[in-house]
């Protein structure tokens, strides 16, 4: 009896040491990290290409060939290195980093599209066309209101002026105060920062891009690369997966849910642009481009506009 019990042991230790093993492995497979040099440290998703692997400084030419012509306001104010150097903060995160090389590709044309477009200063019979025009600014040229509301935690400094900035131009006192809180840079007190330096006011779009700016809503980043998943209500309300929820994350119902409007129309015709610009493809624009149809995430009357 007692050798018939010694027998049916081994086996049993066996097993526990064979799952001991696999549990390793899994873990190790899954906390596996990859450095791409300074541009993507520590992470997963450096594991796949760079930004700079995929998009280089010619395509970025490409996208923006006018921004440094006479009648631009930002002239010599961005460029390609400002644009990696922030990246380098959000791609260990997933910025243009996630999935294979074609989606890594259209994140990063999306983000620019609507980059290009709140920055463009290409109207009508514009030299290259319209959509060439994108980054002509860095801050608004005329502001029609003071942008400054009444903020427990947010407190307008006295002097400071919060009207658009950046490349996602950033308005009013509390996103510069929510925004500032995760650069870690004090744009409450200081928002003229976002018109200094072309890597801060990248870094700022980028945050916004890969962070939800109200609570119970998706980033712009997870409704367009699919890790965000639709509830019963997002359905109803048709906001899906793509492109078009990116508008809705970020501009609410001042862009959608008022049908073809020419806001929302320029915002698709740059991502587009900058699809077929970057070798993609605008047929590759990926289902619900638009969001037309959809319902706000947050409705005006419960915020002021970001955008």
Known sequence: MAAKKRSSAIPMAVLVLLLGVGMVAAKSKKEKLCNKGWECKASVYCCNETISDLFQVYQFENLFSKRNTPVAQ???????????????VYQPLGFGTTGGKQMQMKEVAAFLGHVG???????GVATGGPLAWGLCYNHEMSPS??????????PCTPGAEYYGRGALPVYWNFNYGTIGEGL??????????????????FQAAM?????????????????????????????????LPGFGATMNVLYGDFVCGQGS??????????????????????????????????????????????S
């Open 261 to 306: 409007v020419d806001s929302m129309n320029n915002i698709v015709s740059h991502y587009q642009y900058y699809l077929d610009l970057m070798g993609v493809g605008r047929e590759l624009s990926g289902d619900n481009l638009d969001c037309a149809e959809q319902k706000a995430f947050n409705p005006s009357a419960e915020q002021s506009s970001t």
């Open 74 to 88: 930002a002239v010599g104010f961005w460029d390609y290195h400002s644009f990696i150097t922030a990246s380098a």
């Open 117 to 123: 477009s709140k920055t463009s200063c290409g109207y």
């Open 145 to 154: 209101k003071s942008y400054c509301e009444d903020s427990y935690i947010y």
């Open 184 to 201: 870690k840079v004090d744009l409450l007190n200081h928002p003229e920062y976002l018109e200094q330096n072309a890597t801060l006011a």
């Open 207 to 239: 945050w916004r891009w890969m962070n939800p700016m109200k609570k119970k809503q998706p980033s712009a980043h997870d409704v367009f690369v699919g890790k965000w998943k639709p509830t019963k209500n997002d359905t109803l309300s048709k906001r």
